[in-house]
């Protein structure tokens, strides 16, 4: 490996000289001598000098330090990086995102200073994005940063998130971090970051200490900051040996007896790929496996994501490959999400599987691998999946909302021994064990599509569908949102007091028939908000859950209260298994809770009442 200096940038003071301000940054790749300059422009650079000189420049540092603190997403970082989104201004700057990645690099750094017991050199971090149009003006920013705090940087250009993560991993790669720019399924004027070690993901906390050193070096940066990057990032082709990673895998797995290297072959499947990153896998996977796309969708990438939101749990996006699918007589439509952590599929027979029918189809196919298996899911998932999960052998945990929450779970139970292949969120985040315990679209599209041809060699041509045709769905379904009223520095505490003051309705039984859920088979005790075990999780959002019931039905339905980590909101899900169910419990929350408890002057219940029709 070819040593390069610990750092590949200077930084200087220029708040003596005459310069001007860059307002955006360029499009095209990085000349060698580019030269980026930074300014806080709400901060004077002869106004603060500290943190303690002045009462008015102390509020001014702190609201700076709060801007960066409020771009934290849970795990993420997100924020609005282009004009246009009415009632939103842009927060995502480059100076912010250049604190940011500085910080993380210096994170890094010291980690593995601490785990090596010396220091590092030669720290290497990869950066790669989806087709946002923001993308390229920041990963300037970020390549900035991580050269500032002493890190090599590696430009993997347009990436999935989970390439990311594997970057850190495969072999001829092996980078020691890697941080992804996406905002997932959020509109083309917002973008974000997600970071990750050789270890995983980082965890809320860990990305709560970058963001709060990230404030910190932003609010105090007064004067203009200039940048010089002697030599641009390096580029890699990450993307081609990911794509042969994933073809390996399959052609592994299915072993074909007579075409081990085109295993499928005879088979159509088409791909929505929503106009993000998922482009490769039509082009790079299934096409190099001899599969016939024909009829695939939105491969392009195209940062304005012209044709619907790339989500699986999106109904256009799902109803135009489930139009696909059966135009064509296709054996599997894929939908992924812009940056592939996320999937979603339609059957031959045209039928959607997203959501419960998801986690109940990689259920059935991992407790075919590995019987008597725990499956951790969020708490909005049905009885009957649990019902599913279990005649299968399987053990349910559900747990907190929130993917990474899930899959932190997971993680925690295999190390307390209790074996764990699958965690889900219903949004179709899904992570296996034997994969790192990544969340990975793609990865979860391999599994599914090597289930399906192993069937059809053991003489099953009825489908992948055929393994949940037995998975009943709750009768009623819904989610409702409500706007916290509140700038946006107090929404979450706005939120957490409502989410509190839901709880103590339930406990103090104000709302009859109305009981905190301890949601059944798993380690989790007061309405999946607090682990029970000696080290319980952080947590990054108050909810709870309330299962309902009355003398008729008994247990009806169920109703969940979380609060939102991405926007100023708290979601209310709820199911029933009863005719008018979901209405009705609507109602009570409105009437006995909402209304009684004076909460309707925090929260905009607009939406319930529409859902009510009144």
């Known amino acids: 490996m070819a040593s390069a200096s610990p750092s590949s940038m200077t930084l200087q003071n220029m708040s003596a000289q005459k310069s001007t301000i860059i307002p955006s940054f360029p499009t095209k790749p990085l000349a060698t001598n580019l030269r980026v300059i930074f300014m806080c422009p709400s901060i004077r650079s002869t106004g603060v000098r500290s943190l303690r000189v002045a009462k008015y420049d102390e509020v001014v540092v702190d609201d700076e330090i709060d ?54 050199e030669d720290i290497r971090v990869s950066l790669g994005r989806d087709p946002r149009i923001s993308g390229a003006a920041l990963s300037v920013a970020v390549f900035a940063g991580l050269s500032r705090a002493g890190c090599m940087v590696f430009d993997m250009g347009l990436a999935t998130t989970p390439a990311c993560f594997m970057s ?81 895998i399959i052609k592994e797995r299915v072993n074909h007896p007579t075409h081990y290297d085109t295993p499928l072959e005879g088979f159509q499947i088409i791909v929505n790929a929503g106009n993000g990153s998922g482009g490769f896998f039509t082009w790079n996977v299934l096409d190099k496996l001899g599969a016939d796309t024909f009829g695939s969708l939105h491969l392009n990438p195209d940062g304005m994501f012209p044709n619907h939101i790339p989500n699986p749990e999106d109904k256009t996006a799902m109803a135009l490959t489930r139009a696909a699918v059966l135009d064509n007589s296709a054996d599997l439509g ?3 999400d812009t940056d592939v952590d996320r999937s979603g599929v339609v059957d031959a027979k045209g039928n959607p599987i997203n959501g419960d029918k998801l986690i109940a189809l990689m259920s059935a196919i991992v407790l075919r691998e590995h019987p008597g298996t725990t499956v951790v899911t969020d708490a909005r998932t049905s009885v009957a999946l649990t019902r599913f999960i279990k005649e299968r052998g399987g053990h349910h945990c559900l747990y907190r909302v929130g993917y990474r929450n899930v899959i932190d779970k997971g993680v925690q139970l295999n190390q307390d021994g209790i074996e764990t292949h699958l965690m889900m969120e219903t949004s179709g985040h899904g992570a296996l064990k034997e994969n790192y315990f990544l969340d990975d679209g793609a990865y979860m599209v391999v599994k599914i599509i090597i289930e399906m041809v192993r069937m059809k060699l053991a003489g099953f041509n009825d489908g992948i569908g055929s393994l949940i045709e037995d998975l009943e769905e709750p009768l009623e379904s819904t989610e409702i949102r409500m706007n916290v009223i509140a700038e946006p520095r107090h929404a979450k505490v706005k939120a957490v007091e409502a989410i509190e003051a839901f709880r103590q309705y ?33 947590i990054d959002a108050r909810m709870y859950r309330a299962k309902v019931s009355d003398e008729e039905n008994g247990q009806y339905g169920w109703v969940h209260l979380r609060q939102s980590i991405h926007n100023p909101n708290i979601a209310v899900n709820m199911q029933s298994t009863v005719p008018g169910g979901c209405r009705s419990m609507t109602a009570v929350l409105r009437d006995k809770f909402l209304l009684a408890s004076g909460m309707n002057k925090t929260l905009d219940i607009s939406q319930i009442d529409n859902y009510l029709g009144s």
């Open 506 to 538: 339930v406990e103090e039984g104000k709302l009859q028939g109305w009981e905190l859920d301890s949601c059944g088979d798993c380690w989790v005790s007061e309405g999946c908000l607090v682990d029970s075990n000696e080290m319980p999780a952080a």
């Open 334 to 336: 894929i939908v992924f």
């Open 67 to 120: 801007k960066i603190r409020r771009l934290q997403n849970g795990s993420d970082v997100r924020g609005v990086a282009l004009e246009g989104e009415q009632g939103r201004t842009v927060d995502l700057t480059p100076p912010a995102v250049d604190a940011i990645a500085e910080s993380f690099g210096e994170w890094v750094i010291k980690g593995l200073e601490s785990e090596k017991g010396r220091p590092v």
């Open 168 to 248: 850190t991993v495969l072999d001829h790669f092996s980078y020691d971090a890697s941080i992804m720019m996406t905002a997932s399924h959020l509109p083309y004027t917002r973008n974000g970051l997600k970071f990750f070690t050789k270890k995983g993901g980082l965890t809320s906390p860990e990305v709560e200490e970058i963001c709060d050193r990230a404030a910190r070096k932003y609010a105090n940066r007064l004067a203009k900051v200039s940048t010089m990057l002697a030599t641009p990032p390096t580029q890699v082709d990450f993307m081609s040996a990911y794509a042969a990673h994933l073809r390996n």
